[in-house]
């Protein structure tokens, strides 16, 4: 017994603990699905717990009865129904738990670096398609696998070109409509299908594109590069956030960066 409150309330260290580690866990919860429409669910949920803590201190058993069933039948309906919620919430899990050095030496998967060749092709397509006003959406993944990303279009496995770049965004290209993926020196798939961000905040000159790197930033570590196809503008996406590009250069700086894990990165929250 370390702690004796009020004289009725005895609180052992093993109890701080605990519910240090509860409130720490909803605070994750809320900062993770504060911008999303899970925010409603969890404060409903709350409620509903809320509600059933206080009929059973006031041993109201018919109650108790009723919410123990809607509970039981409930907890299987919110399995069902918010399943694409509960897999993000697991996905976003273990991107963090990758940034655990332990965790990520254990199961991490091995990084494909980028070259300066490579990166020097990607930012001089990107730099003609914003010429060109060419839509792009350019996924360049790190170390955790976007392989069910991979299998929603179709594999080129390609050394990297801006010529090759260019083409398969080329508006007329029975490729250019999603997403191309390239890892290290080579183009790994086009026409990919990218998960959508469930944020209500996003400004409302950011289309589709945008959209959907956002999405599979916050699903993963990839790097994100979309040109917008209405200005021709070139932003850098990571981790949820983007980064309107200026010019070509900062456009390397930031590639070269996220490979080589130092630099500054110029981020700006949306």
Sequence with gaps: MLLDLFGFLSLTFTDILDICLVGLIIYVLVRWIKDSPAMNIFLAIFVIYA???VVDALHM???????STFVDVGV???????????????????????????VNRLFGGKEREMDK???????????????DKTGALIVIPHKVSLEHIVETGDKI?????????????????????GAVIVSGDRVIAARCTLPITERTDIPAQFG??????IGITEESDA??????????RISFVKGGKVTPIGNINELKLLLGAAFSGTGTERKKRI
């Design 51 to 53: 509600l059933m803590l």
């Design 61 to 67: 058993k018919l109650m108790s009865r009723l919410i």
């Design 76 to 102: 299987i309906a919110l399995v069902v129904i918010f399943q694409p919620e509960i897999r993000h919430f697991l996905m976003r899990l273990g991107v963090e738990a990758h940034g655990v050095p332990l």
């Design 117 to 131: 060749t490579s990166v020097n092709e990607i930012t001089e397509a990107c730099n003609r398609m914003s010429a």
């Design 157 to 177: 496995d390609a050394h990297v070109s801006r010529r090759l770049l260019m083409n398969l965004f080329f508006k007329n290209s029975p490729l250019h409509d």
């Design 208 to 213: 589709m594109r945008h959209k959907a790197a």
């Design 223 to 232: 790097d994100v590069i979309v040109v917008s196809e209405e200005t021709g």
